[in-house]
């Protein structure tokens, strides 16, 4: 069964704590993304990955952090710096660099701060 | 920078009738329109797209209209049921290399009264 597999479900951080927030995928597509969602705000893009190894900032990169070394997997650091870090985190994926391509979404995770 | 608009916020119709949202996108190079629909905690899923070429695409009960000269399309949901209650999220991205990114809107929540 393909898709996007996002752990944990919730989070908790503690102030001054990095977390990680993983997501895998098995659907072989090159491009992985990670959006936060904030209520009324929609999806803004973090981070995006077109290949392994490489990677850009997306609208709200600062306080966060992610690595591409393997195609299947991308996972974000929230780190101590990013202030405000409840949200809803969306990880997706898409077969096309060229992005004329639909994303497939992860089922989320929760992070809430302690 | 590039930024989709998407109005209304919140949409309420009564169930059977039609239900239209609206996006704006102010990139003129844009050529791939998705929709999402988001149900409450759960991962966005596509409902239907449209590309640059075409100027509307119907799938059932779901249509989706494009006018590259006014640069906003439109989805539009005929014979609205309860399980039509959800987030619905337009974007819009373009082809390109380092730059490609989908930019979302801001949501619509939608609401179908018995």
């Known amino acids: 069964d393909g898709g996007i597999t996002q752990s944990p479900k919730y989070l908790f951080r503690k102030e001054g704590q990095n977390v990680t927030l993983s997501c895998e995928q098995n659907?072989?597509?090159?491009?992985m993304y990670w959006y936060r969602q904030d209520p009324g705000q929609g999806l803004r893009l973090i981070y995006y990955?077109?290949?392994?190894?490489?990677?850009q900032k997306g609208d709200i990169a600062e306080g966060y952090s992610v690595s591409r070394e393997k195609k299947e997997s991308f996972p974000l650091t929230v780190t101590s710096a990013q202030k405000n870090p409840t949200a809803f985190y969306l990880c997706?994926?898409?077969?096309?660099?060229?992005?004329?391509?639909?994303?497939?979404f992860g089922d989320g995770t929760r992070l809430s701060i302690l | 920078g590039e930024n989709v608009e998407q109005h209304p916020s919140t949409l309420s119709v009564q169930e059977g009738d039609s239900a239209v949202i609206k996006c704006t996108y102010s990139?003129?190079?844009?050529?791939?329109f998705p929709w999402y629909k988001q149900e409450l905690g759960k991962r966005p899923q596509l409902i239907i797209d449209?590309?640059?070429?075409?100027g509307e695409k119907k799938d059932q009960r779901i249509a989706v209209t494009l006018n590259k000269t006014a640069k906003h399309f439109s989805l539009h949901i005929t014979e609205t049921q309860p399980e039509d209650s959800a987030v619905y999220l337009c974007?819009?991205?373009?082809?390109?290399?380092?730059?490609?990114?989908?930019?979302f809107g801001s949501g619509t929540r939608l609401s179908i009264r018995p």
């Open positions: 449209i590309r640059s070429n075409v």
């Open positions: 974007a819009a991205s373009r082809r390109g290399s380092s730059a490609s990114k989908i930019i």
């Open positions: 990139d003129s190079a844009s050529n791939y």
């Open positions: 997706a994926s898409g077969a096309g660099t060229d992005l004329v391509q639909p994303q497939h």
């Open positions: 990955s077109q290949i392994v190894n490489d990677f």
């Open positions: 659907l072989n597509h090159d491009a």
